[in-house]
């Protein structure tokens, strides 16, 4: 095993999440092919993944799945957007409407603010600290 490929990420609606994630966070649509079931195989990859993990975004099926989308991880942060640019990358995501649920921080890992995405999960904006 050489890597984390994909993280599946549970969603209201595949075009409504394939939007936020384009051009709200500037993802780029990897995949998003038709499933026999009348599903989709839907991927989005920060712009630069060069081999990092992915989402795969999935519609709930069932009220099991409908009740977590936005809270997958019970309230915690759940998943690291890193960036070689803080400064440029939250201003971009701010003006693209992200919600930032916090000032920006310093962290002896690094300079990092909580935000949302259009469900309410919550994300680390983080530039690592220099090695």
């Given at each position: ?12 609606d595949y ?111 983080l530039q690592?600290?220099?090695?």
């Open positions: 095993m050489t890597r984390i490929a994909l993280v599946t990420l549970v969603v209201d075009d409504e999440a394939i939007r936020f994630y384009t051009e709200a966070l500037g993802f780029r649509l990897a995949e998003d092919a038709p499933r026999p079931d009348g599903s989709r195989w839907v991927v989005v990859e920060p712009g630069d993944a060069a081999g990092g993990a992915a989402l795969l975004l999935a519609r709930a099926k069932g009220e099991a799945q409908r009740s977590r989308i936005g809270d997958q991880t019970g309230g915690r942060v759940g998943f690291f957007l890193y960036t070689d640019d803080f400064v440029r990358d939250h201003a971009r995501m701010a003006a693209a409407g992200v919600t930032f649920l916090e000032e920006p921080r310093h962290e002896p890992y690094g300079r990092v603010a909580v935000f949302q995405d259009l469900y309410g999960n919550r994300w680390d904006l690592p600290a220099a090695s």
